[in-house]
């Protein structure tokens, strides 16, 4: 099933009247390129503090009630050690937006973790940046960045974020990073406040245009500190559903099956991920006591499978859908 060539009436239509056999599909395309692999990478969540104001988040600026921390750069190096004793090959560095961190700040950690595990990829997770911040991060040893666009449609995006952010600057930052080579991650969430299916066919549409390596594709989930608490959430099906056609869209690109997914359905959540074609997962590596702290959404989760610490039944869970959990560096198969 070609989906690449669809217009965004056909794909309006296709997300809101998706074919039963979608994510058979979806996995089928996933199993040309990766096999049966699920590759895992270490979250090390290493900062709430956060200068912007997004509607939808929990550590936004505004939200007074959120307790704020910080880890030192020797308190991050010690979550690697403990990534790579349980055998993972990567880490993904995500923080909100904190000014207190420099951009030698950054490199410094960067270059640190590259120094005691040359082989291992780094993924950074900060927001945007000047094209030089992200140069001299690359230069670092950063490999990958995630920076999802949270969606494509500009009317959408201004009602999510507040005045002072621009669906443009995000959009300028996700091909800087392309163009200076990083592997790079968009993603979008699914059923945030006023969304509509068109708008879901634009995130698509965004997709096979910027061709990033990585897409983030999770449920809106509301957090009761924020200007969106009130509103519903966003649900499986329909995630599943933008999963599949993101995989379909972009047959090579690295998924995860995400912590918000996992979220609404603790049991089953992931799982379905993996049957809709996604074929990466995250488990937390961040410390248990600042764990709680990093909370975007209501109830997410970070214990059971989402703790790096429990890797081995999250293999468990991998294997009883057919999978294999794969502790390689998983980069993008036209990085190999
Ligand atoms: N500051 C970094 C990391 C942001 S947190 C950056 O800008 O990239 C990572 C992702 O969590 C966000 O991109 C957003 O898509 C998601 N997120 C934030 N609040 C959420 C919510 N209420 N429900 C679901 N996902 C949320």
Do not use: W
Request: charged residues 25%; aromatic residues 8%.
């Amino acid at each position: 099933m070609d989906i690449t060539g669809l217009n965004k009436k056909e794909l309006t239509e296709l997300i809101q009247n998706p074919p039963v056999d979608l994510g058979v599909e979806a996995v089928r395309v996933k199993t040309e390129h990766y096999g049966n692999r699920v590759f895992a990478r270490g979250l090390i969540e290493f900062t709430n503090y956060c200068k912007n104001n997004c509607l939808y988040c929990g550590i936004r600026l505004g939200n007074k009630n959120a307790v704020r921390y910080r880890l030192s750069k020797e308190e991050i190096i010690k979550c690697c050690e403990r990534g790579n004793e349980l055998g993972f090959s990567t880490f993904v560095l995500q923080g909100g937006e904190d000014t207190k961190y420099t951009a030698d700040d950054i490199c410094d950690i960067v270059f640190s973790i590259k120094n005691l595990y040359p082989d291992k990829a780094i993924t950074l997770s900060i927001g945007e940046k000047s094209r030089e911040e992200y140069k001299m991060y690359k230069s670092a040893g950063a490999d990958r960045y995630l920076l999802r666009h949270e969606t494509a449609d500009d009317v959408h995006y201004n009602r999510l974020h507040p005045k002072n952010m621009k669906l443009s600057d995000r959009k300028k930052c996700l091909y800087t990073l392309k163009e200076l080579g990083y592997q790079t991650g968009a993603g979008f969430m699914v059923g945030s406040p006023y969304q509509t299916s068109a708008e879901l066919a634009e995130d698509l549409l965004f997709l096979k245009e910027l061709q990033p390596e990585m897409v983030g594709i999770g449920p809106f989930i509301p957090h009761c500190d924020t200007p969106f608490g009130e509103f519903s959430g966003g649900g499986i099906e329909n995630t599943l559903t933008m999963l599949s056609l993101t995989r379909l869209m972009l047959p090579k690109a690295l998924l995860p099956a995400t912590t918000a997914l996992a979220t609404l359905d603790s049991e089953n959540g992931r799982k379905r991920g993996f049957m809709a074609g996604a074929n990466v997962v995250m488990p937390n590596l961040t410390p248990k006591i600042q764990r709680e702290n990093y909370s975007l959404y209501n109830n997410k989760a970070s214990s059971g499978n989402e703790d790096a610490a429990e890797i081995e039944h999250l293999r468990e869970e991998i294997s009883s859908i057919g999978g294999v959990l794969d502790m390689s560096r998983g980069d993008h198969c036209s990085f190999n």
